[in-house]
């Protein structure tokens, strides 16, 4: 298996821009999540996906966020207006298909770091 | 709502020394998952195991042990003669189970206990 690819990994950004992190997960997963994280802190929950479907959001995902599977495969998150508060480690995974699915092992990427100034 | 407690931020030990990171949990759901994560430096989290609430049984892989006691909600990892390469960010994490008592991936995660293993 290739990997849970994140790209870019490092994103420097000026408050009120836009900004769109890609995941490609591993290639049969069907199940994929995005998480974030801070400085010091675990991951936080911020939506998942089966398939095309995004099945949950958290209260985390505000307005300005959009997560998006358009064929089932690659993820894109989104984030409109950046603010400083936004800086984190951003994290996808993916997960198989099938009963293995439901052990919530979940396979990674490195992250993309996003910073506002 | 579901929280998980690592109460070591960090801990230091010298290479073939046992440790133990420590994982407490609350959840109102009778069926839940138990999970440990590594974070080496480089970012990517790895899963190291899972639990579910039904089963008490310790478990034991190579040098890495894990104590369930569900009267104490605890989780606790021993890593046993620990390595330089055990040095990474460990995350105990909690995840509800659907009905029919699978679980998914929305996994609560612990803040993490920094494991520095000097040689």
């Known amino acids: 298996d290739t990997g849970v690819s994140q790209n870019p990994r490092h994103k420097i950004t000026k408050r009120g821009q836009n900004v769109t992190f890609r995941c490609d997960p591993i290639?049969?997963?069907?199940?994929l999540y995005w998480y974030r994280q801070t400085l010091g802190q675990g991951p936080e929950f911020l939506t998942y996906?089966?398939?095309?479907?995004?099945?949950?959001k958290s209260r985390l995902l505000s307005d300005r966020f959009s997560a998006e599977r358009p064929k089932g495969s690659f993820s894109t998150l989104e984030i409109q207006r950046t603010e400083q508060g936004d800086s984190a480690m951003y994290l996808c995974a993916s997960s198989r298909p099938g009963l293995a699915a439901n052990t919530g092992e979940l396979f990674f990427g490195e992250g993309s770091r996003l910073t506002v100034l | 709502a579901q929280k998980v407690t690592q109460a070591q931020t960090e801990i230091s030990v010298v290479e073939k020394e046992d440790v133990t990171l420590d994982c407490v949990y609350e959840t109102r759901d009778t069926t839940y998952y138990l999970f440990w994560y590594k974070q080496p430096p480089s970012g990517e989290l790895v899963f190291l195991i899972r639990r579910n609430s039904f089963d008490e049984q310790n478990e034991i892989s190579g040098r890495y042990s894990w104590n369930f006691q569900k009267s104490t909600s605890s989780f606790n990892f021993t890593i046993t003669a620990s390595q330089v390469v055990d040095s990474a960010v460990y995350f105990c994490?909690?995840?509800?189970?659907?009905?029919?008592?699978?679980?998914?991936?929305?996994?609560?995660f612990g803040q993490g206990t920094i494991l520095t293993v000097h040689p």
């Open positions: 994490a909690l995840s509800e189970a659907w009905a029919g008592g699978t679980s998914y991936g929305k996994l609560t």
């Open positions: 290639s049969e997963h069907n199940r």
């Open positions: 996906f089966q398939n095309e479907a995004q099945l949950e």
